[in-house]
């Protein structure tokens, strides 16, 4: 039985029990204190928190990652950071004797599972779960403690007891005559299903008071059952769901394949390897596929390290010192689990070209860190020597660290050169360093995301806010209702008095709230005597649409009769730029590829902005290209069509879909000749009406990712006109000038993590008074850190300038010059705004990137 049929089966089967059937959310939770959704309940969170109402049962396959585990993948058999969690709910209907009578129904019956090779395990307190499961037959259960067997969210609130069941693989396996479910690192038994019962509220005193409505999370891997209904005893032996060993083999890697089983010989060494790469390819497949991006922070770093640990393991076995993991996603993408996988398929070009760009990166980043690592071997072993005698000579911990977050040099090929060289690595300064790292990671990923949904849900059940009409399609005016007024704090008012800033909620209104990149609609509400101009409008969870508005005249309450006026000359603009973002999407994937996909965008009155996945800059005749395609198109003044599908239905119609979107059971769908998206915002009636279009600005954001910057019609019209004020001939002359008299140059540029954008021109040859030319004509534009170096009279010079922005932040060009000399060798000082010095070699542009945005995080 492959994979796909027992996904089907077990939906199939909760379906027709009265189960809501649900697709998978995102890998991306909408909980921002989480990294990854990691169990099938966490989309279902407020439902079992009684703060969002729905259906009584439900039932889903979730896409799962845990990254707690990594250490962990490849030397164990059932192991993943990736996997896919089949789960039923029940939120206050049926309890533990339907729970576990579907559980064991669905193994015995629908899989045809044998009895006598399940056990199960029960909470050693839980009388009525292990009496239930004896009705069942003869079935082997095995009491066990809180730590194993009692589920809770957290210190205090729902938790209970809970169930698992095991899979059987025979006492030759096991460690000993006591062997039983529960025993770390025993082979025998496989946990394929948990069942947890949330019967409890635990109070701060630790008091368990009983849920008035308890209920059922249930979570069973897809990989571990369908390797128990395969008979395989490793969930990498399942050809359906992972990479094929003879897929593995043919990278002509050094492993000893067994023959006649068709997979590595039991006792290769390097199996561990070969485990860890069709995990991690999985799991970066997926991440691509819904829109994270290889970065230095969160979700992000997740994904780079995962992908360089596939690649470090690779050239373990010694595999060519060339992008490999991008040919084994595409294989992966194709095998019979996944070739329906909407996402995947979606994105199948993107995936490769996101995976192969971060491996020729790590590739590159080895040899310079490489480099880095020789010279640390030669400063240890010739200043140690003339300390000690007799031992070995130790490497720094917290260097090698820094060798891994600037250059991404694994520990793990830093020890085995330190062997090899008779050397030992202070492991203990690694770690501590590393888990200082850590710490800032994990601050940056705290937050009160998850609290404030919570309050606003219960701010809409509590004032019946979740029936709010949006008519701002068809009029941007509308008799409609005050249903609330909220101070800032979202606590509810009697009324709004004069200059008071506040939220107000309507029965219907025709403002759009900020979603899908268009930014929240602006203009009035009027009532009999008073009036309130509405700034923004948001909708921070599904239903609730909040506007805020000072109120210029009179006084607002709710119950209050109103006309709702969205301001034309915002409106307008905005729905012009949501259109022609779409034909700019479009026009990209068809002159430069169907791997680029939007990444991002802002919407707005003035300008758009697109970010979009693609790995090299496009240059100024691919620009002019895409350009006209998309001032054709408007001039054929195509007209829109647009209509209301399920998602399911407009997936299957070809309309894209957007990762980091949040879609509902239903979406709208918007067609402009060839461009068909899945889209909420609003738009032209046809695309003559969006005017001539510029491309304002294309450059770098991420690594992988690039924006262009756009306008069109009156607000090109008004742009251009900006221009012309805001840069008069003299210092554009100056610039022009300096730039000339410099030559070309190789210009790296981007934005960090944090949000700084940084530009590096690196010239063959110059004189330090060029460089300060340019660097003053460039610092009044660019809002960021720019830095131009040349030869000069056999030397490397460079300057460093600071945009005043970044100065009052904090930011200082002395101090970043001073930094960097230390990095790269040379000297180096100067002003908060601008800053020179020398390098005493000649530093390689990437190189120069790198030690830069080492210091500007």
């Given amino acids: 039985?492959?994979?796909?049929?027992?996904?089907?089966?077990?939906?199939?089967?909760?379906?027709?029990?009265?189960?809501?059937?649900?697709?998978?959310?995102?890998?991306?939770?909408?909980?921002p204190t989480l990294l990854f959704n990691s169990a099938g309940m966490v989309p279902f969170k407020n439902r079992f928190l009684?703060?969002?109402?729905?259906?009584?049962?439900?039932?889903?396959?979730?896409?799962?990652?845990?990254?707690?585990?990594?250490?962990?993948?490849?030397?164990?058999?059932?192991?993943?950071?990736?996997?896919?969690?089949?789960?039923?709910?029940?939120?206050?209907?049926?309890?533990?004797?339907?729970?576990?009578?579907?559980?064991?129904?669905?193994?015995?019956?629908?899989?045809?599972?044998?009895?006598?090779?399940?056990w199960t395990t029960?909470?050693?307190?839980?009388?009525?779960?292990?009496?239930?499961?004896?009705?069942?037959?003869?079935v082997k259960i095995i009491p066990l403690g809180e730590d194993s067997n009692f589920w809770s969210m957290g210190p205090t609130g729902p938790c209970g007891p809970c169930s698992e069941i095991y899979w059987d693989f025979g006492a030759d396996k096991g460690c000993g005559p006591d062997c039983n479910p529960g025993h770390d690192n025993c082979e025998r038994f496989l946990e394929i299903w948990n069942l947890v019962f949330m019967q409890f509220d635990r109070q701060t005193d630790g008091r368990l008071v009983s849920l008035a409505k308890p209920c059922i999370d249930t979570g069973m891997g897809l990989e571990r059952i369908t390797a128990v209904v395969q008979g395989k005893e490793s969930i990498f032996d399942v050809g359906d769901l992972f990479l094929s060993h003879a897929t593995l083999a043919s990278l002509g890697c050094l492993v000893m394949f067994d023959i006649a089983k068709n997979k590595p010989a039991a006792d290769d060494p390097h199996v561990k390897e070969l485990r860890i790469i069709q995990d991690h390819v999985r799991s970066a497949s997926f991440l691509v596929s819904q829109g994270v991006l290889p970065s230095n922070e969160g979700k992000g770093y997740i994904l780079r390290r995962l992908i360089r640990r596939a690649l470090s393991h690779g050239m373990k076995l010694r595999i060519d010192k060339e992008p490999f993991l991008w040919n084994l996603a595409k294989t992966f993408m194709t095998l019979p689990a996944f070739k329906n996988h909407v996402d995947l398929q979606e994105r199948y070009d993107m995936v490769q070209e996101v995976i192969k760009t971060e491996e020729k990166k790590f590739l590159e980043t080895l040899e310079r860190g490489k480099k880095f690592m020789d010279?640390?071997?030669?400063?240890?072993?010739?200043?140690?020597?003339?300390?000690?005698?007799?031992?070995?000579?130790?490497?720094?911990?917290?260097?090698?660290?820094?060798?891994?977050?600037?250059?991404?040099?694994?520990?793990?090929?830093?020890?085995?050169?330190?062997k090899e060289q008779g050397l030992d690595i202070n492991e203990a300064d690694f770690q501590a360093a590393e888990e200082k790292a850590k710490d800032i990671a994990r601050k940056g990923w705290k937050g009160s995301g998850a609290e404030s949904e919570a309050k606003y849900i219960e701010l809409r059940e509590k004032l019946k806010l979740d029936k709010v009409a949006f008519t701002g399609y068809e009029a941007l005016s509308a008799k409609t209702q005050i249903t609330a007024v909220l101070?800032?704090?979202?606590?509810?008012?009697?009324?709004?008095?004069?200059?008071?800033?506040?939220?107000?909620?309507?029965?219907?209104?025709?403002?759009?709230?900020?979603?899908?990149?268009?930014?929240?609609?602006?203009?009035?509400?009027?009532?009999?005597?008073?009036?309130?101009?509405?700034?923004?409008?948001?909708?921070?969870?599904?239903?609730?649409?909040?506007?805020?508005?000072?109120?210029?005249?009179?006084?607002?309450?709710?119950?209050e009769p109103v006309e709702a006026r969205v301001e034309q000359s915002w409106r307008m603009p905005t729905s012009r730029h949501h259109s022609a973002t779409h034909l700019l999407h479009w026009a990209l994937r068809k002159l430069v590829g169907h791997h680029v996909t939007q990444a991002g965008s802002n919407v707005g009155p003035d300008k758009f902005r697109l970010?979009?996945?693609?790995?090299?800059?496009?240059?100024?005749?691919?620009?002019?290209e895409i350009e006209a395609l998309v001032n054709e198109t408007i001039k054929a003044d195509l007209k829109r069509e647009r209509k209301e599908l399920t998602l399911e239905e407009?997936?299957?119609?070809?309309?894209?879909t957007l990762f980091n979107e949040k879609y509902g059971e239903k979406v709208f769908v918007v067609r402009f000749g060839e461009s068909f998206e899945a889209c909420g915002g609003t738009h032209v009636l046809s695309t003559g009406q969006i005017g001539p279009l510029k491309i304002l600005k294309e450059s770098s954001v991420a690594a992988g990712v690039r924006r262009i910057e756009a306008a069109s019609g009156d607000a090109l019209k008004m742009w251009e006109d900006k221009q012309k004020i805001q840069q008069p001939a003299a210092p554009k002359k100056e610039k022009e000038a300096a730039t000339v008299a410099l030559g070309e140059a190789k210009t790296l540029e981007g934005k960090t993590p944090q949000g700084i954008a940084y530009k590096i021109q690196v010239f063959s040859q110059g004189d330090s008074q060029q460089?300060?030319?340019?660097?003053?004509?460039?610092?009044?534009?660019?809002?960021?850190?720019?830095?131009?170096?040349?030869?000069?009279?056999?030397?490397?010079?460079?300057?460093?300038?600071v945009h005043e922005n970044l100065i009052r932040k904090g930011l200082a060009a002395g101090n970043l010059a001073k930094q960097l000399a230390q990095k790269l060798g040379g000297s180096a000082g100067g002003r908060p705004d601008f800053a020179q010095g020398g390098f005493a070699s000649n530093p390689a542009p990437k190189d120069i990137e790198t030690a830069l945005l080492a210091i500007l995080q």
């Fill in 375 to 418: 010279e640390l071997i030669k400063e240890v072993v010739e200043d140690q020597i003339k300390k000690t005698s007799g031992r070995k000579f130790e490497l720094p911990g917290d260097k090698l660290f820094y060798l891994y977050e600037t250059y991404g040099y694994p520990l793990e090929l830093a020890r085995e050169i330190a």
């Fill in 650 to 656: 407009a997936r299957q119609s070809g309309a894209m």
């Fill in 771 to 801: 460089l300060r030319n340019l660097n003053d004509q460039e610092r009044k534009s660019f809002e960021g850190v720019i830095l131009q170096s040349a030869a000069i009279n056999g030397k490397t010079g460079f300057v460093i300038g």
């Fill in 1 to 31: 039985m492959q994979a796909q049929e027992i996904r089907k089966k077990f939906l199939d089967y909760f379906e027709q029990r009265q189960h809501r059937v649900y697709p998978s959310a995102s890998l991306i939770p909408a909980d």
């Fill in 122 to 138: 029960v909470y050693k307190e839980d009388d009525q779960a292990e009496n239930l499961w004896k009705k069942h037959g003869p």
């Fill in 487 to 559: 101070d800032l704090s979202l606590n509810p008012l009697r009324e709004a008095v004069e200059n008071q800033e506040v939220y107000i909620a309507l029965s219907q209104t025709p403002f759009y709230p900020e979603g899908g990149g268009q930014i929240g609609d602006r203009g009035s509400i009027n009532g009999t005597n008073a009036t309130a101009e509405v700034t923004d409008t948001q909708t921070p969870i599904a239903g609730l649409i909040l506007h805020k508005a000072k109120v210029s005249k009179g006084k607002l309450a709710p119950n």
């Fill in 50 to 118: 009684g703060v969002e109402k729905g259906p009584p049962r439900a039932t889903s396959v979730q896409l799962c990652m845990r990254t707690t585990d990594i250490d962990r993948v490849g030397f164990t058999k059932r192991h993943l950071t990736f996997f896919e969690m089949l789960g039923n709910f029940s939120f206050g209907d049926y309890f533990k004797t339907e729970a576990i009578g579907f559980a064991w129904e669905f193994l015995t019956k629908e899989l045809g599972l044998p009895k006598d090779k399940l």
């Fill in 611 to 624: 970010d979009f996945t693609h790995g090299n800059s496009l240059k100024g005749a691919a620009l002019q």
